[in-house]
């Protein structure tokens, strides 16, 4: 055998770029080893008993068949039932985790578009259809559809997440290893969707800062978002007077609890800052009232992301890289 043979090399499963790919591949592993050993085991009985006890077969003992087997049938229930919960208590415990960013997660705004990846760096660096990242941050992207559905797919980071118009979702990763990973549209968005792909450009930290400073030409995007919100007027009813105003104050509410007017209390996530700016009475604050004009349709989404980063930006310097 020539292991310079391409076919023994062919690979069955993208490669492992982050810690969940690693974990996610043991849960496959397993239970593909639990789909065989149960399946080759019984195809293996069934196959044994049918020759065995084939019609005309005078060789077998058909006498004294056994009618109840109380710790057989205690067996077959309780370990099969086991085997199936402890799966799924080890898939949950993985799903948890990557629904779970690690608070020092950099986080990238993502549109998604027919047919391309927009890519939106707190720095101010933006990418198409390339995101730079750097080596063993997690990095969490906050994403939104200019159009239709997309999904933003990462098969060596094992994550894959619908992108939506008119809201945000999210998805995060750690990456482990250094080079370049596809990224993919997992759903179908018209003519060119097969050709909607990009990359993860994965590098040591000190290249990525070097990258980051040559590519943020235009101040950060909390820094572009400050300069919508005053374009906008956002900061005429917003900053003026303070706690005392017609609007509420903006300082500090990002990350924290919102109780709203309908008695409800909300986090304060991009979500929710996305939704203030679109649908500004969906959800109107204890102590004001619905005055807000909507924003939709106003604003595109290369401006609503830098609002967002600005509204991030007044609650704290997290985002500050
Ligand atoms: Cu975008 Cu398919």
């Known amino acids: 055998m020539n292991s310079q043979n391409p076919i023994w090399h062919f690979p069955l499963w993208p490669e492992q770029a982050s810690a969940y790919a690693y974990q996610v591949d043991q849960l496959t592993y397993a239970l593909i080893a639990l789909a065989a050993a149960f399946g080759i085991g019984v195809v293996a009985l069934l196959a044994t008993f049918a020759i ?71 720095a101010g660096a933006r990418e198409i259809d390339e995101l730079h990242v750097p080596l063993g941050k997690p990095v969490r992207l906050v994403m939104t559809s200019q159009d239709v ?3 933003l797919f990462l098969p060596a980071m094992r994550v894959k997440q619908d992108v939506v118009p008119g809201r945000f979702t999210s998805l995060w990763f750690a990456p482990t290893r250094t080079g370049t990973f596809p990224i993919y549209c997992a759903e179908y968005c018209g003519t060119e969707h097969s050709r909607m792909r990009g990359r993860v450009v994965v590098e040591e930290p000190f290249r990525y800062e070097a990258w980051l400073r040559a590519s943020s030409t235009d ?65 109107i604050v204890a102590g004001y009232g619905p005055m807000m004009p909507s924003f939709a349709g106003q604003i595109g989404e290369d401006e609503l992301v830098a609002l967002v980063a600005y509204l991030k930006s007044l609650a704290s310097a997290e985002e500050g890289e």
């Open 52 to 122: 065995h006890y084939r019609t005309g077969n005078k060789g077998a003992n058909r006498d004294g068949a056994p009618s109840g087997l109380i710790w057989l049938e205690v067996a077959w229930i309780t370990i099969p039932l086991a085997l199936a919960l402890g799966t799924f208590g080890w898939a949950a415990y993985l799903y948890v985790g990557a629904q779970t960013p690690p608070r020092d997660a950099l986080t990238v705004f993502v549109v998604g578009r027919q047919w391309m990846w927009k890519f939106y760096h707190p």
């Open 149 to 151: 559905i997309h999904s």
């Open 219 to 283: 101040g950060t995007l909390a820094a572009q978002g400050a300069r919508h919100f005053r374009r906008l007027g956002c900061s005429g009813c917003h900053m003026a007077g303070g706690g005392n105003g017609p609007c509420p104050p903006l300082e500090g509410v990002y990350g924290g609890p919102v109780p709203l007017v309908s008695g409800e209390v909300v986090m304060a996530d991009e979500r929710y800052l996305m939704d203030s700016i679109l649908r500004p009475n969906a959800q």
